[in-house]
């Protein structure tokens, strides 16, 4: 029976104690690993898409995206201080609800990693042009959008995106002392936007404050439409969580540092988002005929090209927000250190999401799920070389021609259900191993738990419908490989219950300290 492979807690644990990587990072380091891991594109790009589905009440989509996070969080943290080893929520599910669920939610996380290392490079891609611009140098527009945009290639988010891949496949990794001074250069740049725009809010700009209403006319709409994308702009959290094997008493700093690194980001993204809007407006661009135009749609940017052609750019046009509203309200130098601070800091973003994809394979790899020649390691650069650039010419395809909303709200929907699948985790364990030792309780399970699976869930059924569709076709095609290869060849259906110690050796790379996802 498929649904009676589980993996046994116990002999996780076991496995990891021995092929456990050495422990180094406590409370504060695992903060700063969860605000680095938050803080990005997110918060750097996605306000203009925001802002084109919600207006104003993109303060509404912050809120409720923090809020699902909180919850999942809890959830996140219960178990990650019971497992603290690596796979994350695969790991988490294979010991809780078996090896097929635990196949689902890993085939999930690998769409998350990949789809957002995309994302991401696009983000960067908007803020490098922008740079470009300023200094007089204007790139042709065919070669810096896809063709959603009237481009061809998307080539500056293209080419950062095969350089981190050859980086990570040589081995370069970031010491903690650079990633630390990346978090800085980030809440800094941050700190300096909150600090000249608050002071600039007008009240006309929030009015109407929910010009498309909660839900909008169509799905993906509306501020809880907006709330399902802007969630990209909080899932690094669980960047702390994959950490735990790395991790100094686990038990007590993962669900510190998880909890932690969201509350301190969830203040910044409300007071950025109200400097933004309260400074320059935030309304959404509509069609000639009055229609609302769908963030990243053809039909956008030529509405856009029109604006920009009469010498109007709105927040919702621009692919550099933050910098953009910066230089319109009269600080043109510092909106410039804006992108510089976006242009130094998202590239490790892309490594740490291609990174956690090498550490999921890895991990299904380990338990015989998937070939482990995929996970060969590179006699010289001592790295998951193979994978890592099957992976990486795959992100660079999508940056290339894909806009940065669309990859984030792909991306959204594997993070989703990775979610959901921890949540329901939780309650399982509950039931069935009541008395096993809970360093960290979530607290009120029973309604923090289903508040996380319905939140989940809500924010998954209002993604735009392709993003949604999108995941069910990829777990589709997963389960395909899974009865192809995982099913025969799976470690636990073989009756080996721990793992091969063949690649003990040659880990993978040791985790890059926080850069900034989202």
């Known amino acids: 029976m498929i649904f009676g492979r589980v993996k046994p807690l116990d002999a996780i644990l076991a496995t990891a104690e021995k092929k456990s990587l050495h422990r180094t990072l406590g409370a504060f380091q695992l903060t700063m690993l969860g605000i680095g891991a938050i803080i990005g594109t997110g918060i750097f790009v996605l306000t203009a898409e925001a802002a084109q589905k919600a207006g104003p009440g993109m303060m509404w989509s912050f809120v409720i995206a923090g809020l699902v996070c909180v919850v999942a969080a809890l959830c996140y943290s219960e178990l990650a201080s019971m497992v603290p080893v690596s796979g994350s929520a695969y790991t988490y599910t294979y010991a809780v609800m078996g090896e097929l669920l635990a196949w689902t939610v890993g085939w999930a996380l690998i769409l998350e990693y990949a789809v957002a290392a995309s994302a991401v490079s696009v983000g960067w891609s908007g803020y490098f042009v922008g740079l470009l611009a300023n200094a007089g140098i204007n790139l042709p527009m065919e070669l810096t959008v896809g063709p959603y945009a009237g481009g061809i290639v998307n080539l500056p988010a293209l080419v950062i995106a095969l350089l981190v891949t050859w980086l990570l496949m040589i081995g370069t990794t970031e010491s903690a002392r650079v990633n630390a001074v990346l978090v800085v250069i980030k809440v800094t740049a941050l700190t300096l936007f909150i600090i000249l725009t608050l002071p600039m809010m007008k009240g006309q700009n929030f009015d109407p404050f929910m010009p498309n209403g909660w839900f909008g006319q169509m799905a993906g709409l509306g501020a809880v439409g907006a709330a399902a994308s802007i969630f990209f702009a909080y899932v690094g959290f669980d960047a702390v969580s994959t950490a735990a094997e790395e991790t100094k008493n686990p038990q007590r700093n993962v669900p510190i540092g998880l909890i932690a690194s969201l509350g ?58 933050l910098a953009h509203v910066l230089r319109e309200v009269g600080y043109p130098a510092i909106g410039n250190a804006i992108g510089i601070a976006a242009f130094l800091a998202l590239p490790s973003v892309i490594l740490i999401m291609l990174f956690g994809q090498t550490r999921i394979f890895f991990v299904m790899a380990r338990d015989g799920l998937l070939p482990e020649k995929l996970a060969t390691i590179h006699p010289k650069w001592k790295t998951p070389h193979v994978v890592t650039m099957i992976t990486g010419v795959a992100v660079a395809c999508f940056a290339a021609f894909l806009p940065v909303g669309k990859l984030a709200d792909i991306s959204n929907s594997g993070t989703l259900f990775a979610f959901f699948m921890v949540a329901i985790a939780v309650l399982i364990l509950r039931i069935k191993d009541p008395g096993r030792h809970r360093p960290f309780r979530t607290p009120l399970v029973w309604v923090v738990a289903p508040l996380a699976v319905l939140g989940t869930l809500g924010l998954y059924l209002n993604l735009p419908f392709d993003a949604k569709m999108v995941l069910p076709v990829w777990g589709a095609i997963g389960l395909v490989l899974y009865f192809l290869y995982g099913y025969r060849k799976s470690h636990v259906g073989r009756g080996i219950v721990e793992v091969h110690e063949d690649d003990s050796d040659a880990p993978p790379p040791p985790v890059p300290p926080a850069p900034s996802f989202n």
Do not use: K, W
Request: aromatic share 4%; glycine share 12%; net charge negative.
């Open 264 to 321: 301190i980001c969830t203040v910044f993204y409300l007071l950025v988002a109200a400097g933004a809007i309260g400074t320059m407006g935030a309304q959404p661009v509509n069609g000639a005929a009055g229609e609302i135009l769908s963030p990243g749609s053809t039909a956008l940017a030529e509405r856009c090209a029109s604006l920009a052609a009469m010498g109007q750019e709105p927040l919702v046009c621009s692919r550099e927000a």
